[in-house]
């Protein structure tokens, strides 16, 4: 059976959805999900971890997980997605990198968790000193960011002072 004002709203959901910056999909790989909470329209709400590979050095790989909103709000994008999120990052082979094309601290994952203004973001911090990168997990707002954070380390250097 046709019912044109259903269809057109689905076919005007589907366009939305297919303008949306690719940042808010996995940059690497979507891991898997859990469902925290059912809705009757629309998807559930989750828990999704991603995985993404560090983009300057090889061999270390971080896992992110974080909540999404389902319900019709979430469904088109609209909904403000939770401050908390969490990351764990790993040596996952070698470690290579180029000391010059490493910054001190940058920021190496992006994604939009609302329609205007929030962002949640992975930083890679260098310690030098220690040789170990450390990876911190944040949300930002145009105007009030969250104290919500997580944060993980991998050693990359020698370990022991024998010879």
Do not use: W
């Not at 999404?68 to 908390?84: H, R």
């Not at 890679?124 to 954070?149: C, I, W």
């Amino acid at each position: 059976m046709f019912f044109p004002k259903r269809d057109a709203l689905i076919t005007s959901l589907i366009a939305m959805v297919a303008l949306l910056p690719p940042t808010l999909f996995a940059q690497d790989a979507h891991i898997g999900s859990v469902r925290t909470e059912f809705k009757l329209l629309g998807p559930n709400n989750t828990i999704e971890v991603e995985r993404f590979d560090d983009p300057k050095v090889q061999g270390i790989s971080c896992y992110l997980s974080y909540s999404q909103i389902g319900g019709i709000s979430g469904a088109v994008g609209l909904a403000e997605e939770a401050s908390e999120a969490s990351v764990a990052c790993r040596q996952t082979g070698e470690i290579v990198f180029d000391p010059a094309e490493v910054e001190e601290q940058e920021v190496i994952f992006s994604q939009r968790r609302s329609a205007l203004f929030k962002n949640m973001r992975v930083v890679r911090m260098h310690d030098a000193e220690t040789q170990t990168f450390v990876y911190l997990t944040y949300s930002t707002k145009l105007v009030d960011g969250s104290p919500k954070n997580a944060i993980t380390a991998v050693h990359y250097g020698e370990l022991g002072g024998g010879q």
